[in-house]
């Protein structure tokens, strides 16, 4: 096998990657967990899962 013949495998296995990844992030069993991910970035706990302390916004300490 020459070099051309090479370059073409690789490039058909990066292109069923590429498929494969694009299929896994858009099939519709995949879209909840994706939303719950989405979702934890607005929970309000702190890195070791207890929950920030309030401030006031008034600006009144």
Partial sequence: M???T?????TLIL????LG?????YKK???KDFDK???S??????????????ESSNGND
Avoid: C, M, Q
């Fill in 2 to 4: 020459d070099y051309g």
């Fill in 41 to 54: 970035i607005l929970d309000d706990e702190d890195v070791n899962g207890t929950p920030h302390k309030k």
């Fill in 6 to 10: 090479y370059r073409g495998i690789y």
């Fill in 37 to 39: 991910i989405a979702e």
């Fill in 15 to 18: 292109l069923i990657l590429f």
């Fill in 29 to 31: 069993s995949s879209k």
């Fill in 21 to 25: 990844i694009v299929y896994w992030a």
